[in-house]
């Protein structure tokens, strides 16, 4: 019985202690939200927004072009990757440029990064469809994020097709096939970029480090273009090797949404 | 009863986990405490301390004026706008400068800053009365950061006549009135920025962002100057949004304090 | 009956949310591990991994030398004083350079770093060797932080003879004792270096704060040499009111292992 009630208590506990999640995935109806500015919320306590007109001076400060007097937002907690995704879907699908994309060190006590993501747009109508189309790709964006009980993990992005945001902050080809390995802490991901880049034929087109092109996480990682074929085998070949070591680092990784890269 | 023991047993892990903000708040007897440079401690895992004769080799590496002898210090794990507010104060009401104001990555695992704030003095009657008098005024500058279970957050500060310490670091004109609106995601904030700069007639003196002006913190945020009536209109509008966007982010947030701009 | 419940409910609960450190020196057979790169685990979420034979893209991306075909890794979410201590003891006992130390902003929602060090070998048996030491060093290279429940901390390191990797990254004399003197919040650490250098004669080789010299950590630091002695003594001193000044942020710090600089 005694064990009964501590499992019931553990669970509370870890409820109460990180409401966020599951918090931010009720997304709220707009009249509760009771502001117009709101779109939605989504997955890493992402919180999505839409300024019709924006204020000229704030406009100026944020180095926005003048064409765009409409802005959307994406600001999120936890992630970076899964974010450059989404804005990458959004972007392809929407009349909108991404004109920022911000790393905060973040993730909420993790090891990882944090996101301020705003679209430029000249009607209000094109931000708000960028955000929304965002805030639904982060339902599956974090499917290849696989962390274990200790906060360490791995992460995997892939398109057959890269668009105006990743050609934009991660040098990936226009049109082409991009992959992202991603290992915290950052020794991981040094041995699941080696295992990626000899499993398959592929072209490194940036790399961060605690010390590169990140804003001091611990993870390392490269970004890759090549045949979509090859991308696919090289992101598969870094994520296996990658749940080895994680699983050494406090138990096995589980994917914090539902993997998508097969 | 179960039910009964659940609901105690997780007061008592919440204390447990989170013991420090309870302890810092008893400020320990000097005796207690057992060494002459400590002052005091304060919200925020704050301390306060004070070095009579500063090593003059450390001085130099600290860059601090060969005039001051004595050393004030502020160390806190969470927090940046309080401190430079109570600096800010201190600095009006004693003999003192604020010769260093750095800010960490910190807040506990939070998405802010923590801060290190050493004011110079000839005296070190002086130095520890600055000491002193930020130590009190952190009772009261946490009073607009709302905080929800989630750890997301808007902050507000605001002052009708900054001081040398605000002049100095943040752009504050001398004398004139100065406020901080944050937010955090990054995204709220710039929403709280936006809603701000329409609600008065007021100038922006220094804005920061993920990558800008912060140390990598998830905050987006403005400082403006203007007359006094305008500068406390536009942080209370940025406030009412801020609270409503921060509410979608994980339930409504609490004030850590007692809220102080009316 | 029912403070024996909670108790007992709160010790299993902290256990279940800070599993790694207990998992991490559990050190997983190689078999078990399953893939030949892993060499073992150690305090503060570390990982050693070896690669034999490096990608020669990621080798030139890394601006490691093409002299060395194999590497070492160690990587680590808790810890850099700790950790390069360990590397340095590698360095000095087998045929290795390192030729990567990169500090994250880290140690899981703590206020310090988290490590990436790489050892460059012509063999991947000294590659090996070098992890091995490094992993077996950790286990007493985090004896003198001593932390509170807070997270509050103070940190000692000393060496009677700096070898190559204290030499190149943090100026210590080679051959030489050298001594690392840090607290958190940052103003402890003012505290403790002001304190070590008036009680011997030593010289600051580097010294680190929240904006210099660090990843942003809520860490102020002095890094010393001398004679051993004084360096040792300046150590102790910093040591000593340290501790005092930590436990009036939430209460008495322990040492994270067993103390070893006496």
Redesign the interface.
Known sequence: M?EE??Q???N???K?????ET??QKT?EKSM???T??VG?AFG???G?V?AN??P??QE??GIGGQYRS?G?????TGAGPQIMACDEAVKASNTELVKF?????T????GH?????FGAEEVSDARRAVEIALKALSWTFGDIYMN????FCELQYTARASYALNKYYNAPLGKAWGLIV??????G??M??TA??AANVE?VM?A????NT??????M?MITGDSGAVKQAVIAGRE?GL??V?????PPKSLQTPYIR
């Open positions: 005694q009630i501590v019931q208590v553990i509370e506990v870890r109460k202690l990180s409401p966020s918090e931010a709220p939200a009771g502001f500015e709101y919320n306590d992402t919180i927004l300024i924006l204020d001076v704030l400060k944020l802005i937002i994406i600001g999120s907690r911000e790393l905060a060190r973040d909420k006590g993790g090891g944090g996101t301020l993501a705003i009980e200790a906060g360490n290992g915290c802490p950052a020794g991981v040094v041995l970029a080696d880049l000899k490194i790399h480090s605690p010390a590169l804003s001091y996480t611990n993870e390392f490269i090797v080895k070591a699983t050494t680092l406090g138990g």
